[in-house]
């Protein structure tokens, strides 16, 4: 590959400006890049804007590197005027394997040709999308989680026909610009984020359609539970921690058996329409009355904060060298205090 080199880029062309593909481009103009958004959709620009003035504030209270403006965004009629210039190009299509199979072939046929194109894609294996594409070693997965412009993971994985050349590319840029990336080991369906997800979001199903839980129930249990350790370390390292001095060893040996316990079923219970209408009037009652905006809006403020705690007390896998900084808080933002780490106690063998 000889693209431009991956820090150096200055303009991304973004196909799709959903929810996900507007979080990107959020994202790219908080990095101090240009742009350039495709979206057929007759109200995609309206939306876009709108969510970029609505988020804006929030993402300046974040720090936003030098030149990050948010009139540096452009709207084009088709699809090749948003990709001919672009340094790399975020695919957002519809995730129909078809759909995004053909957004793929038309973005490669448009854009530069050495620009590395990249799909948003939640699940989709690249060898399948890249089928059609005349030039398929530049293609490469990088799914993000919802919303881009907060969550740093950014999953990054290639197909039987892509040049590793264009992940490492791929890697690099992410990192350069603000995401954490995750180079998968292998080419997996649903990747590995999802497939976490997936396992426990099939089990809450089954919790509901059986009446043993409600939906508030197994929110609750997850926001005020694993889910705010999960927030500073993943399942494993907590469960390391769980094993007290002795670590993952001791957890594994104590609790082995427990692994032949029903405690999960790890298969997708049948979406009934009585499921389907008690997770949806759980989710109703979860809410009350507010609106999915607002909730977003809430949530949008809470992770901007929860990500100022992960940095400051962080135990996890340092970033990747070349990373590069993170975007500096504005001048006159106060600084955070330094704190000493809490005294430390053998914890308990629970989970």
């Known amino acids: 590959m000889a693209a431009a080199e991956p820090g ?11 929810v996900i593909g507007g979080g990107w481009a959020l994202h790219y103009l908080r990095m101090g890049l240009d742009v350039d958004v495709y979206d057929p959709a007759p109200h995609a620009e309206r939306d876009l804007l709108a969510m970029l003035e609505g988020t804006w504030p ?29 340094d790399m190009v975020q695919e957002n299509s519809p995730e129909d394997g078809a759909v995004k199979r053909e957004v793929l072939a038309a973005i490669d046929r448009a854009a530069g040709p050495e620009t590395v194109i990249a799909s948003s894609t939640s699940g989709f294996a690249m060898t399948m999308l890249q089928a059609d594409c005349e030039n398929p070693q530049r293609c490469v997965v990088g799914h993000p989680f919802n919303p881009p412009y907060l969550i740093p993971l950014v999953e990054v994985v290639g197909g039987e026909r892509t040049d590793p050349a264009a ?73 390391h921690l769980a094993g007290g001095s002795a670590g993952m060893a001791r957890m594994l040996d104590h609790f082995g058996a427990a692994l032949l316990e029903p ?26 009355g507010r609106s999915v905006a607002e909730l977003g809006r809430l949530r949008d403020e809470f992770l901007a904060e929860l990500l100022g705690l992960i940095e400051r007390f962080s135990v996890g896998t ?34």
């Open 8 to 18: 150096r880029a200055g303009r991304v062309g973004i196909v799709g400006a959903g």
């Open 58 to 86: 929030l993402l300046e209270r974040m720090g936003l590197r030098p030149g990050a403006r948010p009139d540096r965004i452009r709207f084009h009629g088709d699809l090749a005027a948003a990709v001919g210039g672009a």
């Open 167 to 239: 992940v490492d590319w791929l890697t690099a840029f992410y990192a350069a610009y603000g995401k954490r990336p995750l180079r998968l080991s292998r080419e997996l369906p649903g990747f590995v984020g999802n497939r976490l997800q997936e396992a426990m979001w099939r089990e809450a199903l089954h919790m509901v359609a059986a009446g043993e839980a409600t939906v508030a129930e197994i929110d609750e249990a997850i926001a005020y539970g694993p889910g705010l350790r999960w927030a500073q370390m993943g399942p494993c390292l907590t469960f």
């Open 263 to 288: 405690w999960t079923r790890l298969e997708a219970p049948a979406l009934t329409p009585r499921l389907r209408e008690q997770m949806v009037a759980g989710c109703e009652q979860e809410a009350a």
């Open 318 to 351: 340092p970033a990747r060298p070349g990373a590069g900084p993170p975007a500096r808080p504005e001048a006159g933002t106060p600084a955070r205090p330094e704190a000493g780490p809490p005294a430390r106690r053998e914890p308990d063998a629970v989970y």
